[in-house]
């Protein structure tokens, strides 16, 4: 989940750093008589506004499901410790096999 997390936070600061040069562009004093350029800033501050509400809701719901996914497979190795032994067991078994090939 990390990875995803990483990707995520990359694309935040890549688009920031757009978001940052744009705003550079824009802020030349020349136009600020421009209702269009006022405009667009407008806009442009909304949109970044939007994506990073967007990205904290994403994950947030990432890390809910995970936490879901965590608390299920905890219940089932509580509920069926027996099953998770014997699975355990199995593969354990499968990899000392494949080990021992070598």
């Not at 890390?63 to 905890?74: G, T």
Request: hydrophobic fraction near 45%; aromatic fraction near 4%.
């Amino acid at each position: 989940m990390s990875s995803a997390a990483d990707k995520i936070s990359g694309a935040q600061e890549d688009l920031e750093k757009l978001v940052s040069d744009l705003r550079g562009l824009l802020s030349s004093k020349d136009l600020d008589s421009v209702p269009e350029i006022r405009q667009l800033r407008k806009r442009l501050d909304e949109s970044l506004y939007s994506a990073r509400e967007s990205a904290i809701r994403a994950a947030q719901e990432a890390a809910y499901q995970a936490k879901e996914a965590a608390r299920v497979a905890n219940d089932y190795a509580h509920d069926e410790p027996w099953r998770v032994a014997s699975a355990a067991l199995a593969v354990g078994a499968l990899v000392g096999f494949l080990l021992s090939r070598r």
